[in-house]
T-cell receptor, first 114, second 112 residues
Framework: AQSVTQPDIHITVSEGASLELRCNYS??????LFWYVQSPGQGLQLLLK??????LVQGIKGFEAEFKRSQSSFNLRKPSVHWSDAAEYFC????????????FGTGTSLTVIP | SAVISQKPSRDICQRGTSLTIQCQVD?????MFWYRQQPGQSLTLIAT?????????ESGFVIDKFPISRPNLTFSTLTVSNMSPEDSSIYLC?????????FGQGTRLTVV
């Protein structure tokens, strides 16, 4: 069965510090992997995605993620966090079939302290 | 890309009443997805709405409670029927391309 696990429910980092949000997935076929961000009261915005090729993908707002097939992971990273990065982050997995749904992790809430 | 307009953006409703949420997409899509996001939770798929056929509901969701219409390839509605406080959630409409899923801004529903 398809599933996405985000082990960290809540993370607090200091502004300027590095960040890594973990995501593990279980998917029968070759997965398409995504990270979305949801700011308070806002919809979901795509940060980055992985389909194939280079396993290190760059996204918006200085985020990057690395696909590791052997670990079934797609962790999100940012070298220096800004206060505006405080939000809820969701990892998602989908297939190449656009008729299929996305499966979302439970989310990681990020707090940034001055 | 796809731009999704969803309304209302929020509503406060009395228990026992129903609310219909509208979702308009700026391009034709075969399938539209309706999600629920309960407070502090992730997104849970309610159903997949296909044009010209019955919606497909996920486990735990039934048509009597969440009737869906899909009259054409750019529009869908989700009705939350006979509401109770447990239905207080954000409801999101979504469409997919190969590259990503697009979401409406959501409807924040509070049932009192």
């Amino acid at each position: 069965a398809q599933s996405v696990t985000q082990p960290d429910i809540h993370i607090t980092v200091s502004e300027g510090a590095s960040l890594e949000l973990r995501c593990n997935y279980s998917y029968g076929a070759t997965p398409y992997l995504f990270w979305y961000v949801q700011s308070p009261g806002q919809g979901l915005q795509l940060l980055l995605k992985y389909f194939s090729g280079d396993t290190l993908v760059q996204g918006i707002k200085g985020f990057e993620a690395e696909f590791k097939r052997s670990q079934s992971s797609f962790n999100l990273r940012k070298p220096s966090v800004h206060w505006s990065d405080a939000a809820e982050y969701f990892c998602a997995v989908g297939s190449s079939n656009t008729g299929n749904q996305f499966y979302f992790g439970t989310g990681t809430s990020l707090t940034v302290i001055p | 890309s796809a731009v999704i307009s969803q309304k209302p953006s929020r509503d406060i409703c009395q228990r026992g009443t129903s609310l219909t949420i509208q979702c308009q997409v700026d391009s034709q899509v075969t399938m539209m997805f309706w999600y629920r996001q309960q407070p502090g939770q992730s997104l849970t798929l309610i159903a997949t709405a296909n044009q010209g056929s019955e919606a497909t509901y996920e486990s735990g969701f039934v048509i009597d409670k969440f009737p869906i219409s899909r009259p054409n390839l750019t529009f869908s509605t989700l009705t939350v029927s006979n509401m109770s406080p447990e239905d207080s959630s954000i409801y999101l409409c979504s469409v997919r391309t190969l590259a990503e899923a697009f979401f409406g801004q959501g409807t924040r529903l509070t049932v009192v």
